[in-house]
């Protein structure tokens, strides 16, 4: 079975510049989360859909952050405008649902930000 | 607020060592634990699932527990291989979203 699929794998842009980020979970997984893991630290949630619905999104900074999950497949994350310390890899996660259920991340998308 | 911890931050031991990596996590409500494996680069690579109703799960050389009740996990790994090197990463599973709260890791080095 294929895994989930992130791009780009890196990318770097200038503060204030803006980036987005795609996921495509593995087949059949209704859930997805996005994770931001700086240097150092363990990752951090930032949000989760169900399906194309918002599950939790506390921890995602609204003025700047958006994510979408259009027709409950692919999702896309967008930064603008990017700051300094917005610099960190970005991990998307997928899993079938449930508390039993494992999470299955993808390679992330590291982001510089200059 | 959920908080896990890891000790110790890093480790070093030689090739052959049996090594035990810790993990403590503050609020006993959780779903299941999971151990991670990560390589510089790379994205996170499951090892071992243990859900909140058992003890243990083993996997090859790799051995983890569980106690709920004190809020600890150890992931024991035998003969350790330089192959081993990499960051482990513990993190628990909660809240109604089943999201996961992890632990900063362990970075481990396995030198031959």
């Known amino acids: 079975e294929a895994g989930v699929a992130q791009s780009p794998r890196y990318k770097i842009i200038e503060k204030r510049q803006s980036v987005a980020f795609w996921c495509n979970p593995i087949?059949?997984?209704?859930?997805l989360y996005w994770y931001q893991q700086i240097l150092g630290q363990g990752p951090k949630l930032l949000i989760q859909f169900q399906n194309n619905g918002v599950v939790d999104d506390s921890q995602l900074p609204k003025d700047r952050f958006s994510a979408e999950r259009l027709k409950g497949v692919d999702s896309t994350l967008k930064i603008q405008p990017a700051k300094l310390e917005d610099s960190a890899v970005y991990l998307c996660?997928?899993?079938?649902?449930?508390?039993?259920?494992?999470?299955?991340f993808g390679d992330g998308t590291r982001l510089s930000i200059l | 607020k959920q908080e896990v911890t890891q000790i110790p931050a890093a480790l070093s031991v030689p090739e052959g060592e049996n090594l035990v990596l810790n993990c403590s996590f503050t609020d006993s409500a959780i779903y299941n634990l999971q151990w991670f494996r990560q390589d510089p680069g790379k994205g996170l690579t499951s090892l071992l699932l243990?859900?909140?109703?058992?003890r243990e799960q083993t996997s090859g050389r790799l051995n983890a527990s569980l106690d709920k009740s004190s809020g600890r996990s150890t992931l024991y790994i035998a003969a350790s291989q330089p192959g081993d090197s990499a960051t482990y990463l513990c993190a628990v599973m909660t809240g109604s979203g089943y999201a996961l709260n992890f632990g900063k890791g362990t970075s481990l080095l396995v030198t031959p």
């Open positions: 087949s059949g997984h209704a859930t």
């Open positions: 996660a997928s899993s079938s649902g449930g508390g039993s259920q494992p999470q299955h």
């Open positions: 243990i859900q909140s109703s058992q």
